[in-house]
């Protein structure tokens, strides 16, 4: 973990995650404390892309667990692979010698909080969209969240040699329990003001000019502001710039371009009606 | 122990017990939490202290708008602190076209019961008075038929079952160990059936009051026998009421809707309430694959885009949209009204229920679909 909080912020600008204070002192903390990192925030804000970057900036493998409802321990833990087991008792069988255990290492098959907590040099772990799995799940996550420790019956409790850094992120599709969120730090990230989201649109669309990205980043606010199912998250505003720019290139008008591309922005029939009802204030013809 | 770090320790503590005071509980555990981060990061001012704060003591947005000002009150601005986002624009924020001042645009035909529709609260509580016992006969079928009658779906969760197009390995294996090896009985694994979501949108302004206890009736049924219901009133606003409709006895339950529904008898306003429900992503998800069961007039004032664009999600939304109405009960009833004849098209269903017999009917119907 860098030492401090500027270095980190500047080393995940070098990874191009431009993050602002709050999520740079959340961040920070959860590395100094230990504690799980619970991010919350609508779709698009850079909730797992936070994870991924983290996962370069220290040089740690990331593991991603994503959540879907009906996930059980087995899929997110650890499984005995039977078959294998099967056949290894056939085959002790067959050779007339003893069979040996058969809840050795060799057949466990590791899932991904079981692969974080015994990476040596400590991992990225990432659960995403928590919201989406079943409430029982989030009790299961609560021993492995305080002590980084998980009890499989046959072989002990296994604990983490360096305890991975967690980040989780919910859409907030329903309420988490207090159990959880209790473990964890917690941090809400918002849409980006303007000057953040075009330094982000600069970041992501190489050789897009200054002036270019602000007005682009104008676009998208007034898009924000209007009153649509889906507002559009700094990821559909970053490759709207891209898309602008590409058909920029091609010979197309700004104006132009932006209206064509709009759909990479707005992903409901609704929402593009809309914006194209307010094309003159939006794009600026 | 320095007097200034006797100060500084007084003034985080009180700092804490006010934020209890106003509202926000924060463990002991949390509070630990923040005292060490303060320890660990040493705080560079007042805005770095804000989000020490804000990651270690609030769990969620809303807490935020208990802990900033309180924040503010003891440590003074800390520079930009976060402006309270919005779900969505506030569309409804914006009077109802229509609305005061505006012309009223009668519904052309459609009964009586929705001209007196109005875009004000009222002033009083309402009563939704105690059930009769030929009510609670015609609840206690419904508790029976309801849970045969909802649709069902494929869980995605594979269980232990007789028959099943996967095999149980991990049981296979388990049971073959105790044969010495052998496998004896190849058993299966299936995704078992499980009852569809089921989302009531019920209706209880002015216009609905002589049906809206039966309907609120209707829902305390659903919500005691169906395993996943969600049930939200709408009359000028939108109030989630599934937790109150939990009590067991349905007097209480659908009375204490008395104190919590605070729009009931009053105006109209069903596309701003539809598009509220819409705006938010958490109730979005209760709709996603979900019988939705509407039971409105549909007797909107003013402008009905709102209405039929809200409809029109919903229904895209759910598994099916039934539309129940006190006015179909009448042979005569044609949906030629502004706010029905727009929404007609995404709607599965209309029917007719004013009661608790009615809907009886339509339950028997949708179990016979």
């Known amino acids: 973990m860098p030492a401090d909080q500027e270095t980190l912020g500047r080393r995940l600008g070098e990874e191009g995650y431009l993050a602002d204070e709050g999520l740079l002192t959340a961040v920070h903390l959860a590395g100094v404390l230990g504690l799980p990192l619970l991010l919350e925030g609508e779709p698009g804000v850079g909730k797992t892309e936070v994870a991924n970057v983290l996962a370069r900036v220290l040089g740690r493998e990331l593991i991603r667990l994503q959540c879907y409802e009906g996930l059980d321990a087995s899929q997110a833990l650890y499984e005995w692979d039977y078959p294998k087991q099967l056949l290894s008792l056939r085959a002790a069988e067959v050779e007339g010698r003893a069979a040996g255990g058969l809840y050795r290492e060799e057949f466990l098959l590791q899932r991904p909080l079981l692969r974080a907590l015994r990476a040596a040099s400590g991992a990225v772990l990432l659960i995403d969209e928590i919201d989406r799995a079943d409430s029982e799940f989030e009790a299961f996550l609560l021993e492995f969240l305080s002590d980084f420790q998980i009890t499989i019956p046959e072989l002990g409790t296994i604990r983490a040699a360096s305890a991975p850094f967690v980040v989780l992120t919910s859409n907030r599709t329903r309420e988490l329990h207090d159990a959880l969120k209790r473990r964890c730090l917690y941090h809400w990230i918002p849409f980006p003001d303007a000057e953040r989201e075009q330094a982000i649109i600069q970041a992501q669309a190489p050789g897009l000019d200054e002036r270019s990205a602000a007005r682009l980043v104008a676009a998208v606010h007034r898009i924000r502001g209007l009153a649509l199912l889906k507002r559009p998250g700094i990821a559909e505003s970053a490759s709207w710039a891209r898309g602008v720019q590409a058909l920029a290139g091609e010979g197309s008008s700004w104006p132009e371009a932006m209206r064509r591309s709009a759909g990479l922005l707005v992903k409901h029939e609704e929402d593009l009606a809309l914006v194209s009802r307010h094309a003159a204030e939006v794009f600026g013809d | ?369």
């Open chain 2, 1 to 369: 122990m320095t007097d200034l770090v006797v100060r500084l320790r007084d003034h985080v503590q009180g700092f804490l017990r006010d934020l209890r005071d106003q509202g926000l509980r924060v463990p002991v555990a949390r509070q630990r939490t923040f005292l060490r981060a303060i320890e660990a990061t040493g705080p560079r001012d007042a805005a770095h202290l804000y989000w020490i704060g804000a990651a270690t003591l609030t769990t969620c947005r809303d807490d935020l708008e208990v802990y900033s000002p309180t924040f503010e009150r003891w440590f003074g601005q800390a520079g930009a602190l976060p402006a309270r986002e919005e779900d969505s624009p506030a569309e409804d924020d914006v009077p109802a076209p229509g609305g005061d001042g505006a012309p009223f645009a009668a519904a052309s035909v459609g009964g009586q019961a929705g001209l007196a529709a109005s875009h004000s609260e009222r002033e009083s509580r309402p009563v939704f008075g105690p059930a009769s016992q030929d009510d609670r006969a015609v609840l206690a079928l419904l508790r029976r038929e309801l849970r045969g009658a909802v649709p069902m779906v494929r869980s995605r969760r594979r269980r232990p079952g007789r028959r099943g197009p996967w095999i149980d390995v991990a049981r296979v294996c388990r049971e073959s160990w105790r044969n010495h090896g052998e496998i004896v009985t190849v058993r299966r694994r299936n995704r078992p059936r499980r009852q569809r979501r089921v989302l009531l949108l019920i209706d209880v302004s002015g216009s609905m009051k002589e049906h809206s206890a039966a309907y609120l009736r209707f829902a305390h049924a659903a919500v005691g026998c169906l395993d996943r219901v969600e049930v939200f009133t709408f009359g000028t606003r939108l109030t989630r009421v599934t937790e109150p409709l939990r009590a067991r006895e349905v007097d209480l339950a659908v009375g204490s809707l008395s104190e919590i529904v605070l729009d009931a008898e009053g105006g109209t306003r069903i596309g701003p309430s539809l598009q509220e429900f819409l705006a938010n992503a958490r109730y979005v998800t209760m709709a996603r694959g979900a019988l939705v069961i509407v039971l409105s007039d549909g007797l909107e004032r003013g402008d009905c885009g709102p209405m039929r664009a809200a409809v029109r999600r919903l229904s895209l939304l759910g598994h099916r949209l039934l539309w129940w109405t006190p006015l179909a009960c009448d042979p005569a009833y044609r949906p030629v009204t502004r706010g029905m004849s727009a929404v007609l098209g995404s709607v599965d269903t209309l029917a007719g229920v004013r009661d608790l017999r009615t809907a009886y009917e339509q339950v028997q119907n949708l179990a016979r679909e």
